[in-house]
């Protein structure tokens, strides 16, 4: 009986595995669904881009500055480094008037250091340059001398350079004479009544010519080491704080004349009709100082608290985030 109990009883051999019917096949089942709402909702549309300063006020194309002579780019060129050098004496030593500026050592002195400062920053290099450009354009266009290769050499070239240097000198002295010694007012009347007219277009019209707002005020010329644009500033400040508000405007609107394409003098400008109480035209003069400079910081600050105290609030948006 035991050994039936430790018997092994074998099990029988599996099938080989057989794919299903349905994979063997390729038995497809498809289901179509139609749901009353959709499983996941469609995500909002993005929100508009936030509108920047330009799109608002326009980038304004300033015209090309480049004179259309070669003298006249030699004279813009000494005015400039005059300017230049006027702003440095100012700066290093005040705005003294020049006969009032101490005896002969004192003034010496003060020239050396003047000449030690611009050898040292780099100025006078600079100032080098650009006349450099400028004669070279007088060299080509009036002397007619354009190829390098056959400059003169000798007896010729001496006589070259004597007539180039009487002609430079003659061009510094008429440029000089008219920053020193300008011309009157009947003579510079185109001049200033086409700058004035391009100021009152920015500002809607509502500007007067030069000399003729405020009574026909305007600022005397004073020879001193004072930029002009600074000396009219200062002169405009001094007016404003005694509530001289028309003689005030009638400064800011000469330093306007002088160089209408400056961002800073819009900005100040600006300032004033905003302390003045002058909205409007501080809403034009600040929107003409962003157009010629977009990024201005002070500009835009400016313009975005004049919108918010007007209730404008989109636009102040614009112009603070602009700011920042």
């Known amino acids: 009986g035991g050994k039936g109990k430790d018997a092994v009883h074998e099990l029988p051999a599996e099938e080989a595995e057989v794919p299903h019917p349905y994979i063997a096949h390729g038995t497809m089942v498809r289901l179509h669904f139609e749901t009353d709402k959709a499983l996941f909702p469609t995500p909002p549309p993005p929100p508009p ?8 006020i326009p980038q304004r ?17 000494v005015k400039a480094a005059v300017a230049s050098l006027l702003a440095d004496f100012s700066r290093m030593f005040g705005s003294t008037p020049l006969d009032e500026a101490g005896d002969a050592a004192a003034r010496e002195q003060r020239r050396r250091q003047l000449l030690y400062d611009l050898n040292n920053s780099g100025a006078y290099f600079s100032l080098k340059e ?3 450009k400028a004669v070279v354009r007088i060299v080509r266009e009036s002397f007619h001398k354009t190829d390098e290769s056959h400059m003169p050499d000798g007896a010729e070239a001496d006589q070259l350079y004597s007539e180039l240097y009487v002609h430079l000198v003659r061009l510094a002295h008429m440029a000089l004479h008219d920053i020193f010694y300008p011309k009157p007012q009947a003579e510079q009347g185109t001049l200033a009544m086409r700058s004035a007219s391009a100021v009152a277009q ?11 707002g405020a009574g026909g005020f305007r600022a005397p010329v004073v020879p001193t080491a004072e930029p002009r644009l600074a000396q009219l500033l200062r ?5 404003e704080l005694e509530a001289r508000y028309d003689e005030a405007c009638a400064l800011h609107e000469e330093r306007l004349c002088l160089a209408e394409n400056d961002s800073e003098l819009w900005l100040e400008y600006g300032k004033f009709l905003l302390r003045a109480g002058r909205g409007a035209k501080a809403e034009a003069a600040l929107r003409e100082a962003i157009s010629i400079a977009p990024s201005d910081g002070e500009a835009l600050t400016a313009y975005g608290c004049l919108l918010f105290a007007r209730d404008k609030m989109v636009e102040a948006e614009v112009m603070l985030r602009g700011a920042v």
Do not use: H
């Not at 881009?49 to 608002?56: A, H, I, N």
């Not at 920015?202 to 003729?212: D, K, L």
């Not at 002169?235 to 007016?239: F, P, Q």
């Open 202 to 212: 920015a500002m809607g019209g509502a500007t007067e010519a030069p000399g003729g």
């Open 49 to 56: 881009p936030v509108p920047r300063p330009s799109d608002l």
């Open 130 to 132: 650009k006349l450099k």
């Open 61 to 77: 194309i300033l015209p090309s500055l480049q004179p259309k002579s070669a003298n006249a780019e030699f004279e813009a060129q």
């Open 235 to 239: 002169l405009a400040r001094e007016m």
